[in-house]
């Protein structure tokens, strides 16, 4: 197969690459010739090569089923998918400022509450979110920062601009693989990366530990970090023990802490050791069975207790979720302006929310048009996706919206950009978006780029490694 | 160090060091039968009762030809074959790839994989002995990248513990081969003489030194033709042999003095070192050898048991 870009059209859509049929985009040039260059068995000879190195490098995700387990690679298209860094630079303050709100926000619904009084967001709507714990409440974590660790979603819509999606402010996953798409890269196109400066992505580790240890309660040099993580059952499993391996911290599961005076300790061949940060990767409800879902064996005991005391720091704080609903996150751009009295530098989708009677009516009247989101899903699932839907589809739908109008949200469907993936004999173009990931405490940190994710059936939107979806690595590029 | 993970790279250490072994062990078994003369009564069976594992085969209801055997023994998924063993390496490592060597879990992925592949459905003699031989060097590059790439911390004790446990184990099953009492037939049927039977004796007692890569080792060592009190006397009392039992309980006492609270191991450890060294091998070859490997056994498994109750998480 050889490279041939003048078959390469993405129609419609917004293309990362090219910005006509045969003419590249300025900062895509040099990669664009490279990639014609190839000759026909090296263009296949380095698909291999990646595919090889994801396999040997046991980069998976991991779908567990009664059938037993199927660990699967993990999907990758070669071709780098690049950002102008001028660009980039605004999108990444834009992120910031985002979480930074975002964190002021929670921090003001667990305690004074001034959003509630000052009329900007309506207060049953967030105590009654499904994310909302009232068990926070009057908590005071260090720097008032909740969601330590986020991944928020950006997308391109055709005018060519970054609109945010959606913000993952509990477990978000799929950083390892922003780091080993990078790995994978050099090790099968290493002459390209002489022909761009690439922001590296390799100090997340080094940063997210600087997170973490900086919300250790006790003032000691180094603090232990320990990554929990629900065990090798869970599909991000490959991401928890990358992220202890490369920050040197320890993976624990539920059964190897225990609390005892209110303080968290690790069972280790030397007896109990003090846990100072916990970056949990189980969600809230499984983390402490004496307070929440009494079943879990996934959890420890009295955890939720040593963090009220302030004996352990837990990141992402229990209850930062409450943000991260997808009708809270209608009101961010407001919650922007209110907290930090500054324009929102990326927008939002607009977004129709249910619970407001008119806009529902607007939303059931077009469900052929739009795209219906449950507040607390998350990777992608129960989305009613209008203009592809059945008209039986639709109708089920306008009755759980009737129903609970609360937990629904709709926006018009997005054009998502493309960017071109080598498929089975040229580049073609497919839908992508990006999860960039933010870190808070102290100081801030954003990813130079993130994870691109690809929808790798042609057409389709779908971008959820979970049902199909690839990815690709991303270069913020200095010109 | 948790003891969660000390307890599985103890493992992944055990069952890397088993796969090298039953991959030595059928190696060695087919080579060895080629060289007895035809007619004589060893059959394949020997080989699941050297692994320890009667009942699970008697469980499959499948006759002891060559052919169910060694697929019993290298693909079948049943905790006991090759594959299975190997598996278990690469589970054991992936819950523990936050700290064990990156190369050293691709290189245990790759080699599941691979034999994965290759052991699939028929696999002829050839094929399989190559195979087989594939699996040592592999395991031995693990080996070899774990001492290389892995501090000598408590990850590296545990490794080294789990290691010597199992080999140490594995040398007593393959000195009870040679010790005759899992092969009461090499008595052939057209020969009654004792006598005659000798150059297949020392055959044998080849074929248990070769089974160990210690052939060499032990002619350099012993410079005396291959006879039965030498060749047990080396593998179990030899302090040079890496895969003698002393040796081997020499490098578990070194893992366990560098830990704490190791009082009840320790004394587990220097009772077996005591019998060991106390054995009269002559003896024990006119009589009770048998008996005394399989109480060296138990007494071995008795130190698993110490290190499990003292540095392993409770099993509730």
Request: net charge neutral; aromatic share 8%.
């Amino acid at each position: 197969m050889r490279v041939d870009w003048k078959s390469y059209n993405p129609g419609a859509f917004y293309d990362e690459t090219i910005s006509s049929p045969g003419f590249a985009r300025k900062h895509a040039r040099r990669l664009v010739s490279y990639l014609r260059s190839l000759k026909s068995d090296e263009v296949s000879n380095r698909k291999q090569a990646a595919s090889l190195a994801i396999k040997t490098m046991g980069i998976s995700f991991t779908v567990y089923s009664d059938a037993g387990n199927i660990d699967r690679e993990w999907p990758f298209d070669i071709i780098p998918r690049i950002i102008p860094r001028k660009e980039w630079d605004v999108t990444s303050k834009g992120l910031e400022q985002r979480v930074r709100a975002l964190n002021l926000f929670i921090n003001d619904i667990y305690n004074a509450q001034k959003v509630f009084k000052d009329k900007i967001v309506p207060r049953d709507l967030i105590l009654e979110s499904g994310n909302f714990r009232k068990e926070c409440m009057g908590i005071k974590p260090a720097f008032g920062t909740w969601a330590h660790i986020c991944g928020t979603d950006l997308i391109r819509d055709r005018d060519g601009l970054f609109y945010v999606l959606e913000d993952n402010l509990r477990v978000p996953s799929g950083v390892s693989y922003m780091l080993e798409n990078r790995t994978v890269t050099k090790r099968v196109f290493p002459e390209l990366f002489e022909n761009y400066d690439i922001l590296p992505v390799t100090d997340y580790p080094t940063k997210l530990y600087d997170t973490l240890a900086a919300i250790s309660p006790r003032r000691i040099k180094n603090p232990e970090v320990v990554v929990l993580t629900p065990g090798i059952y869970n599909s991000a499993y490959f991401e928890h023990s990358f992220l202890a391996q490369r920050m040197g911290a320890e993976l624990v599961e539920g059964g190897d802490l225990v609390v005892q005076d209110d303080c968290v300790f690790m069972r280790t061949i030397d007896g109990l050791a003090r846990v100072d940060v916990i970056y949990r990767r189980i969600d809230d409800l499984f983390l402490d069975p004496s307070v929440f879902n009494k079943d879990s064996v996934l959890g420890v005991k009295g955890l939720m207790q040593a963090w009220i005391k302030g004996n352990v720091g837990l990141a992402n704080a229990p209850g930062a979720g409450v943000a991260d609903d997808k009708v809270v996150y209608t009101y961010v751009p407001k919650l922007i302006k209110y907290y930090l009295g500054e324009d929102p530098i990326l927008p939002n989708v607009p977004s129709y929310i249910c619970s407001d009677k008119k806009q529902c009516q607007h939303v059931l009247q077009n469900l052929d048009k739009l795209v219906v989101k449950p507040a607390n899903e998350s990777g992608g699932y129960g989305m009613l996706m209008g203009p592809q839907a059945s008209t039986e589809e639709r109708e089920e739908f306008a009755r759980k919206i009737k129903a609970n109008p609360r937990n629904y949200m709709a926006q018009p469907l997005i054009s998502l950009s493309t960017a071109p993936i080598l498929g089975d004999r040229n580049v073609e173009p497919r839908h992508i978006d990006l999860r960039p990931f933010i870190l808070q405490a102290r100081d801030s940190y954003v990813t130079p780029g993130g994870l691109t994710r690809v929808a790798m059936v042609k057409g389709s939107y779908v971008v959820n490694s979970s049902q199909g979806g690839g990815s690709k690595d991303t270069w913020i590029v200095d010109e | 160090m948790l003891s969660r993970v000390a307890e599985r790279v103890y493992w992944m250490a055990r069952y890397l060091e088993r796969a090298e072994n039953t991959a030595r062990l059928m190696n060695v078994y087919s080579n060895l039968l080629l060289d007895l003369p035809r007619g004589t009564k060893v059959g394949w069976h020997t080989l699941i009762d050297i692994s320890g594992v009667n009942k699970e085969f008697a469980a499959t209801g499948r006759s002891d030809d060559e052919r169910s055997v060694v697929r019993f023994l290298l693909s079948e998924q049943n905790g006991i074959s090759l594959l299975s063993v190997l598996a278990m390496v690469r589970e054991n490592a992936r819950t523990t790839r936050e700290i064990i060597p990156s190369e050293a879990f691709e290189q245990i992925n790759d080699i599941y994989l691979n034999i994965r592949e290759k052991s699939a459905g028929q696999v002829s003699r050839s094929a399989r002995n190559l195979l087989l031989e594939e699996i040592i060097v592999h395991c031995q590059q693990l080996t070899g990248m774990l001492e290389g790439c892995l501090s000598h911390n408590h990850v590296h004790r545990f490794i080294e513990m789990g290691r010597y446990l199992e080999r140490a184990d594995m040398t007593t099953r393959i000195v009870d081969v040679g010790s005759g009492s899992l092969l009461p037939d090499l008595n052939l049927d057209n020969k009654t003489d004792g006598d005659s039977n000798e150059p297949y004796q020392d055959t044998l007692w080849m074929s248990v030194l070769r089974s160990l890569s210690g052939y060499q080792m032990y002619r350099q060592n012993v410079k005396d033709r291959v006879n039965a009190d030498d060749v047990v006397a080396f593998l179990l009392q030899d302090s040079e042999f890496p895969r003698s039992v002393a040796f081997c309980l020499e490098r578990l006492k070194g893992c366990i003095n560098g830990l704490s609270d190791n009082s009840r191991a320790l004394r587990q450890v220097r009772k077996v070192v005591r019998n060991t060294r106390q054995a009269q091998i002559k003896e024990l070859l006119s009589d009770g050898l048998f008996q005394y490997i399989d109480d060296l056994q138990v007494e071995i498994a008795g130190i698993h048991d110490q290190v499990a109750k003292t540095w392993f998480l409770p099993h509730t």
